[in-house]
């Protein structure tokens, strides 16, 4: 299989480490060796179509910043799109960062990858968020697959798991904790009555926060997380539009203190129904089972017969997010001969 590796940040460079790792297990167990022959990064490219070698490909990133430095294979100012289009590998894999704005240029990567006959595993929630009806309608159209289960849970499988261990059962809703920068922040304002700028501080300085926090406190990448569980689980066709969102920044210590006294804590929560989707600050009791500290993700799925079923884990995470790729190019793998 032949990776085309769009994106050689943290999860990029897990990625690439896991298959160095892993490689032998992985023809092994499942039949066939995976191949980087192409990677893409904000400055350049590096590409040789009988695979790159990873360990020259990473000492490069980190010494000199860009693959576009890899000896004799390296070149400057990419344009993405035209390197998907011109290489021959099978997969794209897309694991630049999420833009809730436009989806750029993730979504016209993904495009690109699906009109020019390549199966795409992203991690990059932009493009679902905004346009995924339409992406899951060329990948059908085209009769290729899509895949995103690093997207929601990072290595926690919540997507897989309602897919496949949950078959048959109707699934009625499902609600969470999806972002654990915010989960994180909200631990810390109710464990050490922090205000929520200095929990903040805190959690950029502890790496779990960007520089940048909008799109976690803000609420978009829970409402984007609940927008893929809408259109992959549920079956209800939603944009990042349709979602009501409330981000965190004005929950207090005297409300968190409050929530306490009740035998509950505020969370940032999705939910998603047929109906409704949200993305808010809730008083959950510290019974529910989504009620999860620090930088846990949880996420119960409402079922019609087996009631309500929830899984618990790390939401993110450079290696866990890229054994959620490997997980999906194993699927991918599984479901066609490449």
Do not use: W
Not at 222 to 232: D, L
């Amino acid at each position: 299989m032949r990776i085309i590796l769009v994106g050689f940040g943290t999860v990029g460079q897990s990625l690439a480490r896991i298959i160095q790792k892993d490689r032998e297990r992985i023809v092994d167990e499942y039949g066939f060796e995976p191949q980087i022959t192409t990677i893409v990064d904000s400055q350049g490219y590096c590409q040789d179509e009988n695979g790159l070698d990873l360990t020259v490909a990473l000492k490069v990133k980190e010494k000199l910043g860009t693959v576009a430095k890899y000896p004799g294979k390296g070149k400057q100012r990419p344009l993405a799109s035209r390197i998907i289009s011109n290489s021959e590998g099978e997969v794209v894999v897309e694991s630049t960062p999420s833009n809730f704005k436009d989806g750029e240029p993730g979504l016209s990567n993904i495009k690109q990858a699906l009109t020019t006959g390549k199966h795409v595993v992203t991690v990059n929630k932009g493009p679902l968020a905004l346009a995924m009806p339409a992406l899951l309608e060329l990948a059908d159209h085209k009769k290729l697959q899509l895949r995103f289960s690093g997207t929601v849970g990072g290595g926690t499988p919540f997507l897989s798991f309602a897919s496949k261990c949950l078959p048959g059962e109707k699934i009625l809703g499902a609600h969470g904790i999806l972002n654990g920068t915010t989960n994180y922040i909200l631990t810390r304002m109710e464990n050490s009555s922090l205000s929520f700028r200095a929990a903040l501080r805190e959690a950029q300085m502890k790496g779990y926060a960007e520089t940048d926090p909008a799109n976690d406190v803000q609420g978009f990448d829970t409402a984007a997380k609940i927008v893929i569980i809408a259109n992959c689980i549920i079956k209800r066709r939603l944009s990042l539009h349709d979602v009501e969102i409330t981000g965190i920044s004005k929950v207090t210590p005297q409300s968190i203190r409050i929530a306490k006294a009740s035998g509950a804590k505020i969370k940032l929560v999705g939910r998603i129904s047929k109906s409704k989707a949200t993305v808010k600050p809730e008083e959950i009791s510290t019974t529910d089972p989504v009620c999860v500290p620090d930088t846990l993700n949880a996420l119960t799925f409402s079922t019609e017969h087996a009631g309500n079923v929830t899984l618990v884990g790390q939401g993110a995470g450079g290696e866990q997010t890229g054994s959620a790729i490997l997980r999906d190019l194993v699927d991918i793998r599984g479901r066609y001969t490449i």
